[in-house]
């Protein structure tokens, strides 16, 4: 694997269209690192970031997901969701409510603050979801995003319109 990407700064707004997608690598639910930049290479990326596991409307969230996982998959997209909880718990969580996809631990809140995703009140990361595709550069940029009150889930139809 190459080399760690760097920190990026905190922002206060969520990226936007167009903008370069800042690279990372999270543990995932397994224990393994999952590296965003490796992914888009193959096709458009979903991240669905959600406040904490063990929760009802995140449960639900992912849940759906987990139930469109074969159009995702039809679309060509890889979808991930991504919180502040250990590997463990999301490990458990996913195990405990049967997920397909992969859940990322963002557990130093760094990709949550890149992305303006972060929830300073309770430092975890808010619910947005971020659609990525490639740039002509091979660059991730994003194609859309969104973020959204904390009781209010994403409106996949409106997520799959936006994939390549």
Excluded at 98 to 118: F, I, N, P, S, W
Excluded at 123 to 146: E, F, H, L
């Amino acid at each position: 694997m190459n080399a760690t990407p760097p920190i990026h700064a905190p922002r206060a707004t969520i990226v936007a269209a167009g903008e370069h997608a800042p690279d990372f690598v999270l543990k995932d639910q397994n224990r393994s690192d999952w590296r965003l930049s490796e992914h888009v290479a193959r096709g458009d990326v979903v991240l669905c970031f959600f406040p904490m596991a063990f929760t009802d409307v995140c449960a639900t969230e992912m849940k759906c997901v987990t139930d469109e996982f074969d159009s995702w998959s039809r679309q060509g997209a890889t979808v991930v969701g991504i919180s502040c909880d250990s590997f463990a718990a999301l490990k458990a969580w996913s195990d405990s409510i049967g997920l397909k996809q992969t859940l990322l631990a963002d557990m130093h809140r760094t990709v949550c603050k890149a992305y303006g995703a972060y929830w300073p009140d309770l430092n975890i990361a808010g619910r947005a979801t971020v659609v990525i595709g490639r740039s002509p550069d091979g660059k991730g940029r994003v194609a859309w995003s969104q973020r959204r009150e904390i009781k209010q889930a994403m409106d996949f139809g409106e997520v799959i319109a936006n994939l390549g």
